[in-house]
């Protein structure tokens, strides 16, 4: 089990050795070149990508070769496709991330963007599991920093 110093430590080594910070922005190839790199170094032996669609079960992949897969699924459609990130924060063994999604339509050139985030858990300094989410709502709930949801009025 990993404290939260050890999240700590681990994501400014992250970030220094990434230069990523609030306000990086990444396009998508490049995200996912720079992430595959890193988990050659820092994954544990079971890593694992889940696609956590707003609805329904997340997809999961296994390995750093799931990661590439699961990525390039995703950025298939796309003309073009950047990752804006606004926030990194440390919780207990994770580390969360507050990314807007930014990609343009093959057809037609429209820009569409989404609001979402990424919880990466760690165990033993390593990176175990990456979580993607569409809904950032739902992904800092199941980091532990939202709300529950309360009933109208309430």
């Known amino acids: ?3 939260g110093n ?8 992250v970030t220094t050795e990434l230069q990523l910070g609030a306000g990086t922005v990444l396009e998508g190839g490049q995200m996912v070149d720079l992430i595959e790199e890193l988990l050659r170094s820092r ?3 079971d890593f694992e990508t889940l696609m956590v669609p707003q609805e329904g079960p997340p997809l999961v992949y ?8 699961a990525w390039t699924d995703w950025l298939e459609p796309w003309e073009e496709f950047r990752f804006e990130i606004e926030d990194l924060i440390p919780v207990d063994d994770m580390l969360v991330l507050l990314v807007r999604q930014v990609a343009t339509t093959k057809r037609g ?3 569409i963007a989404t609001d979402s985030g990424t919880i990466w858990w760690v165990v033993d300094e390593q990176l175990r599991r990456a979580s993607f989410y569409l809904d950032r709502r739902a992904m800092l709930k199941a980091a532990g920093l939202a709300a529950p949801d309360r009933p109208a009025g309430g």
Do not use: K, Q
């Open 6 to 13: 050890e999240t700590s430590t681990l994501l400014e080594e």
């Open 109 to 111: 050139g429209v820009e």
């Open 43 to 45: 994954a544990h032996a």
């Open 1 to 3: 089990m990993t404290n």
């Open 62 to 69: 296994d390995g750093i070769d799931g990661f590439r897969e």
